[in-house]
């Protein structure tokens, strides 16, 4: 099966700790997008890369950091710099080759 | 600079009646224009794009959406709603970077 895949669903964080998402996808595309949602806020854009061993910082990266080290892989690391984590995180991959963006099914980060 | 902005955080209708979800646009270049639906605790699936040509678009589970570069709208239509409907529902835009920016989207309730 083809898709994008998120990993864990759900996930809780002490205050101090830094987390890291995972985000995976098997279609062959070259862009991979952050985005945090909170309600009635839409969607915002943490990180985005378009390209293996490059990334660029999107709206809200502050307290964030990614990697992308492999075509397939786009993990978001939450630092303790962020100060207020909890909301759902949604992993996107697409753009430009396919002119749409498809997105994973979320993780829920909850800040205990 | 790209914007969206989705008249109406909650819309409210009966089963079997017309669904109409508004969504205005600004672009500096002409518009890639998405929709996106979210069922709780899910990520986004993909209802319908615009990028060029016709400018009334179908998508899946019978929604359409229609381009009116007049009227800078892109608005999201259903002939008769189901229950299976009630969902969250975003427009978005592409910049020329091909990122998304989105609107803060429209809760649909669909009642018996």
């Known amino acids: 099966d083809g898709g994008i895949t998120q990993s864990p669903k759900y996930l809780f964080r002490k205050e101090g700790q830094n987390v890291t998402l995972s985000c995976e996808q098997n279609?062959?595309?070259?862009?991979m997008y952050w985005y945090r949602q909170d309600p009635g806020q839409g969607l915002r854009l943490i990180y985005y890369?378009?390209?293996?061993?490059?990334?660029q910082k999107g709206d809200i990266a502050e307290g964030y950091s990614v990697s992308r080290e492999k075509k397939e892989s786009f993990p978001l690391t939450v630092t303790s710099a962020q100060k207020n984590p909890t909301a759902f995180y949604l992993c996107?991959?697409?753009?430009?080759?396919?002119?749409?963006?498809?997105f994973g099914p979320g993780t829920r980060l909850t800040v205990l | 600079a790209q914007s969206v902005t989705q008249l109406g955080s909650h819309v409210s209708v009966s089963e079997g009646a017309l669904v109409l979800l508004r969504c205005n646009y600004s672009?500096?270049?002409?518009?890639?224009l998405f929709w996106y639906v979210q069922y709780p605790n899910q990520g986004l699936q993909l209802l319908l794009k615009?990028?060029?040509?016709?400018?009334l678009v179908k998508g899946i589970n019978g929604f359409e959406a229609e381009f009116k570069k007049s009227e800078t709208s892109f608005h999201l239509t259903k002939p008769s709603a189901h229950m299976s409907d009630a969902a969250e529902y975003f427009c978005?835009?592409?910049?020329?970077?091909?990122?998304?920016?989105f609107g803060t989207g429209t809760r649909l309730q669909v009642f018996p």
């Open positions: 890369s378009q390209i293996v061993n490059d990334f």
């Open positions: 978005a835009v592409s910049d020329p970077t091909d990122k998304l920016i």
């Open positions: 672009s500096s270049v002409p518009p890639y």
């Open positions: 615009y990028t060029t040509g016709a400018t």
């Open positions: 279609l062959n595309h070259d862009a």
């Open positions: 996107a991959s697409g753009g430009h080759s396919t002119d749409t963006q498809y």
